[in-house]
């Protein structure tokens, strides 16, 4: 059982859809990521929100817009995304200060862009 | 190079085998450093924690060599249960983890 919650499980998207992913976690934690991971390569940081603020964004296309409304929601906004861009999404949180750095992940999106 | 690199793998081990993994990173400002197993089309989820003076949980021992940018886990007395990816995780600061793309081990009966 997790404590982080991700919706939807499946995504099935044309490259001109939008379509949001979402993330809610209830661990009490303050800060919270997306990780992309396709067929055998590592996990790739996206976005990361710290108390609410994005900290950091790695070279991500502007065809992904993350949104972090409060400190227990995150998003995904998909928009006009590529074939490429089919993988699965994992949202993560963690405590900042006084935690151990453990990330706690969501079971995942997995998207499909046809 | 890859920030952090891990053998592939596939490690294939009859139950009771002892089984090493190796992970490498070359950030050496590295602050943190894990191990995540994740099973097959599940979530990673924390196997263990890294300290420079090694830590043992059971079965498994972790070890890092900060000098030679090196980590690693021995799992013994593998068990069924143990099949799964093993992710090296190496943290640049709390935010910010980086991984490895996982070995992946199958014990068999």
């Known amino acids: 059982e997790t404590g982080v919650t991700q919706t939807p499980r499946h995504l099935v998207m044309g490259m001109t859809n939008k379509k949001s992913l979402k993330c809610e976690q209830h661990?009490?934690?303050?800060?919270m990521y997306w990780y992309k991971q396709s067929a055998k390569k590592p996990l790739e940081l996206m976005f990361v929100?710290?108390?609410?603020?994005?900290?950091e964004n790695n070279s991500v296309p502007s065809r992904f817009s993350p949104e972090c409304p409060n400190s227990s929601h995150l998003f995904l906004h998909l928009h006009t995304l590529q074939p490429e861009d089919s993988a699965l999404y994992l949202c993560?949180?963690?405590?900042?200060?006084?935690?151990?750095?453990?990330?706690?992940f969501g079971e995942g999106s997995r998207l499909t862009v046809l | 190079r890859k920030e952090v690199e891990q053998d592939p793998g596939p490690f294939n081990v009859p139950e009771g085998a002892t089984v090493a993994f190796n992970c490498t990173y070359s950030?050496?400002?590295?602050?943190?450093f894990f191990w995540y197993r994740q099973d097959c089309r599940k979530e990673p989820k924390l196997l263990m924690s890294?300290?420079?003076s090694g830590n043992e949980d059971g079965r498994f021992t972790a070890q890092l060599n900060r000098a030679s940018q090196y980590i690693s886990l021995l799992i013994r007395d593998s068990k069924l249960s143990d099949s799964a990816t093993y992710l090296c995780?190496?943290?640049?600061?709390?935010?910010?983890?980086?991984f490895g793309a996982g070995t992946r081990l199958t014990v068999k009966p």
């Open positions: 950030n050496s400002a590295s602050q943190s």
């Open positions: 995780v190496v943290g640049r600061n709390n935010n910010d983890m980086r």
């Open positions: 661990l009490g934690h303050n800060a």
């Open positions: 929100y710290s108390l609410e603020e994005r900290v």
């Open positions: 890294v300290y420079s």
């Open positions: 993560a949180s963690s405590r900042l200060a006084g935690g151990t750095g453990e990330l706690f």
